[in-house]
């Protein structure tokens, strides 16, 4: 496997939860990451917090002077280098079917779907000098069917999807193609969309443990744990890697 030390990396979404989980964990193995989002106290009070190893960038991933100004941050954060990508920004979107509205849908697929893209596109050509991996962020929800969530849900089996074909395109490159689907993590997500209130979102996150096949919801740490083993795994690509503590087998026994 690739040594982490010293890998440059850039982590999308990286003020908070997932995303700031992934830079603390891999700046504390000796990468040099640069993390980005709209919130620049969020973003660069995280940065500060780590250290020198990790860089933080104000940018909004569906911007495309942003995503080129995020990405030339991380190459010069890393000496000229870029090793791993990570697309972790994004937002909830919940729906109901009979209330579908294209502007909303819209919306999802931009920032979920149509902005990692953009910014892998932009990515591959210092990823192919490393042989560095693109990944994405998906989901359980690819695994288990949540009603009224149809919108989040499609985005990300439509990320999960497009590894896959990403993977089989970039593999005469030497760049690898993964997607992480995690389990529940207690992030900012859904209060970020205004969905629910820090007590309801807490709540609902606890009401969560019993449905995983360990008992408890995950850490942002435990999520950082599989980035890190395919950033560094040089013979995988095109992978799914479950992170779920087995929430999705679909069993309910605590």
């Not at 997932?18 to 504390?28: D, N, P, T, V």
């Not at 820090?198 to 969560?208: I, K, M, T, V, W």
Request: charge should be neutral; proline fraction near 2%; charged fraction near 20%.
């Amino acid at each position: 496997m690739r040594e982490i030390k010293d890998m440059s990396i850039l982590v999308t979404g990286g003020g908070s939860g997932i995303g700031e989980g992934c830079a603390r964990w891999l700046c504390e193995r000796g990468a040099r990451v640069t993390i980005s989002g709209r919130r620049a106290d969020k973003v660069r009070a995280v940065a500060e917090s780590i250290g020198p190893h990790c860089r933080a960038v104000v940018g909004d991933v569906t911007v495309a002077a942003d995503r080129e100004a995020m990405l030339a941050a991380a190459v010069e954060h890393g000496q000229g280098r870029l090793e791993g990508l990570v697309n972790n920004a994004g937002n909830m979107y919940r729906q109901a079917v009979t209330d579908y509205e294209e502007g909303f849908l819209k919306e999802a697929f931009s920032t979920n779907v149509i902005a990692p893209m953009l910014l892998s596109s932009l990515a591959v050509p210092y990823l192919e000098k490393t042989s560095g991996a693109i990944l994405f962020m998906g989901s359980i929800h690819t695994r288990r069917a949540y009603p009224g969530a149809t919108p989040y849900a499609t985005t990300k089996a439509a990320v999960e999807g497009l590894a896959r074909v990403m993977a089989a395109e970039l593999g005469r490159r030497q760049v690898r193609v993964g997607c992480i689907l995690p389990g529940a993590v207690n992030t900012e997500i859904n209060v970020r969309a205004g969905l629910f209130t820090q007590e309801q979102s807490n709540a609902r996150y606890d009401s969560l443990a019993k449905d995983h096949a360990l008992g408890r919801i995950g850490t942002s740490q435990e999520i950082a744990e599989g980035v890190e083993y395919l950033l560094r795994a040089e013979w995988v690509t095109g992978v799914a890697l479950e992170i779920d503590g087995g929430l999705g087998l679909g069993v309910s026994n605590f």
